[in-house]
Protein backbone atom coordinates (compact mmCIF):
# COMPACT_ATOMS: atom_id res chain seq x y z
CA UNK A 1 0.00 0.00 0.00
CA UNK A 2 1.08 3.91 -0.42
CA UNK A 3 2.37 5.77 2.76
CA UNK A 4 1.53 9.58 2.32
CA UNK A 5 3.42 12.30 4.08
CA UNK A 6 2.14 15.94 4.00
CA UNK A 7 4.02 19.15 4.32
CA UNK A 8 4.14 22.88 3.55
CA UNK A 9 1.74 24.07 6.15
CA UNK A 10 2.75 26.88 8.54
CA UNK A 11 1.49 30.17 10.21
CA UNK A 12 0.40 32.75 7.60
CA UNK A 13 -1.67 36.08 7.98
CA UNK A 14 -5.15 36.73 6.50
CA UNK A 15 -4.71 37.11 2.43
CA UNK A 16 -1.58 35.31 2.78
CA UNK A 17 -0.74 31.82 0.64
CA UNK A 18 0.91 28.62 0.98
CA UNK A 19 1.84 25.36 -0.43
CA UNK A 20 1.13 21.92 0.80
CA UNK A 21 2.96 18.64 -1.13
CA UNK A 22 1.91 15.32 -0.67
CA UNK A 23 4.96 13.17 -1.15
CA UNK A 24 3.61 9.14 -1.59
CA UNK A 25 5.87 6.09 -1.33
CA UNK A 26 5.46 2.00 -1.18
CA UNK A 27 3.46 0.89 -4.07
CA UNK A 28 3.45 3.95 -6.25
CA UNK A 29 2.78 2.01 -9.48
CA UNK A 30 -1.30 1.94 -9.29
CA UNK A 31 -3.16 4.88 -10.40
CA UNK A 32 -5.52 6.59 -7.91
CA UNK A 33 -7.41 9.75 -8.25
CA UNK A 34 -6.56 12.04 -4.89
CA UNK A 35 -7.90 14.54 -2.76
CA UNK A 36 -7.11 17.32 -0.01
CA UNK A 37 -8.74 16.99 3.42
CA UNK A 38 -8.81 19.46 6.43
CA UNK A 39 -9.99 19.08 9.73
CA UNK A 40 -10.56 21.75 12.34
CA UNK A 41 -10.96 21.28 15.86
CA UNK A 42 -14.01 20.02 17.35
CA UNK A 43 -15.65 19.83 13.07
CA UNK A 44 -16.08 16.77 11.03
CA UNK A 45 -13.01 16.23 7.90
CA UNK A 46 -14.19 17.78 4.93
CA UNK A 47 -12.74 17.59 1.51
CA UNK A 48 -11.90 20.36 0.00
CA UNK A 49 -10.19 19.48 -3.10
CA UNK A 50 -9.92 16.28 -5.24
CA UNK A 51 -8.30 15.49 -8.48
CA UNK A 52 -8.53 12.35 -10.95
CA UNK A 53 -5.28 10.04 -11.54
CA UNK A 54 -4.32 11.99 -15.05
CA UNK A 55 -5.37 15.55 -13.51
CA UNK A 56 -8.00 16.64 -15.76
CA UNK A 57 -11.04 16.90 -13.30
CA UNK A 58 -10.55 18.35 -10.36
CA UNK A 59 -13.01 19.20 -7.78
CA UNK A 60 -13.29 21.74 -5.03
CA UNK A 61 -15.68 22.50 -2.15
CA UNK A 62 -17.50 25.90 -2.89
CA UNK A 63 -15.66 27.74 0.34
CA UNK A 64 -12.47 27.20 -1.49
CA UNK A 65 -13.02 27.84 -4.93
CA UNK A 66 -11.44 30.45 -6.42
CA UNK A 67 -8.70 30.52 -3.89
CA UNK A 68 -7.39 27.24 -3.88
CA UNK A 69 -5.73 24.60 -6.68
CA UNK A 70 -4.82 21.28 -6.48
CA UNK A 71 -2.34 19.48 -9.11
CA UNK A 72 -0.37 16.66 -9.52
CA UNK A 73 2.58 15.31 -11.03
CA UNK A 74 3.18 11.66 -11.34
CA UNK A 75 6.22 11.11 -12.14
CA UNK A 76 7.23 12.87 -8.93
CA UNK A 77 4.83 10.63 -7.31
CA UNK A 78 3.78 13.87 -5.50
CA UNK A 79 0.10 16.48 -4.81
CA UNK A 80 0.13 19.60 -4.36
CA UNK A 81 -2.47 22.09 -2.84
CA UNK A 82 -1.83 25.75 -3.97
CA UNK A 83 -3.66 27.50 -1.13
CA UNK A 84 -4.13 31.47 -2.01
CA UNK A 85 -6.47 34.67 -0.60
CA UNK A 86 -6.30 32.81 3.22
CA UNK A 87 -9.05 32.90 5.55
CA UNK A 88 -8.82 32.21 9.66
CA UNK A 89 -11.93 29.78 9.00
CA UNK A 90 -9.18 28.13 6.24
CA UNK A 91 -7.17 26.74 9.73
CA UNK A 92 -6.92 23.16 10.02
CA UNK A 93 -5.13 20.03 9.85
CA UNK A 94 -4.83 19.30 6.29
CA UNK A 95 -4.60 15.67 4.73
CA UNK A 96 -3.72 13.97 1.58
CA UNK A 97 -6.18 11.37 0.68
CA UNK A 98 -5.78 8.32 -1.75
CA UNK A 99 -9.22 7.06 -3.95
CA UNK A 100 -10.33 3.83 -4.83
CA UNK A 101 -10.01 4.56 -8.38
CA UNK A 102 -8.56 6.16 -11.57
CA UNK A 103 -11.62 9.02 -11.33
CA UNK A 104 -12.26 12.38 -9.39
CA UNK A 105 -13.65 11.53 -6.22
CA UNK A 106 -16.48 14.13 -4.56
CA UNK A 107 -17.15 12.09 -1.50
CA UNK A 108 -15.05 11.15 1.86
CA UNK A 109 -16.18 7.45 1.63
CA UNK A 110 -14.31 7.52 -2.05
CA UNK A 111 -11.01 7.46 -0.65
CA UNK A 112 -9.55 4.74 1.69
CA UNK A 113 -6.28 6.48 2.97
CA UNK A 114 -4.84 9.51 4.66
CA UNK A 115 -1.45 10.86 5.84
CA UNK A 116 -0.40 12.17 9.09
CA UNK A 117 -2.08 15.45 8.08
CA UNK A 118 0.16 19.27 8.70
CA UNK A 119 -1.49 22.09 10.42
CA UNK A 120 -2.20 25.49 8.77
CA UNK A 121 -2.81 28.67 11.04
CA UNK A 122 -4.63 31.65 9.29
CA UNK A 123 -4.21 34.60 11.98
CA UNK A 124 -6.32 37.98 11.45
Known amino acids: QVQLVESGGGLVQTGGSLRLSCAASGRTSSRYGMGWFRQAPGKERELVAG????????YYVDSVKGRFTISRDNGKNTVYLQMNSLKPEDTAVYYC?????????????????WGQGTQVTVSS
Open 51 to 58: ISWSGASK
Open 97 to 113: GQAYGINLAKRSDEYNR
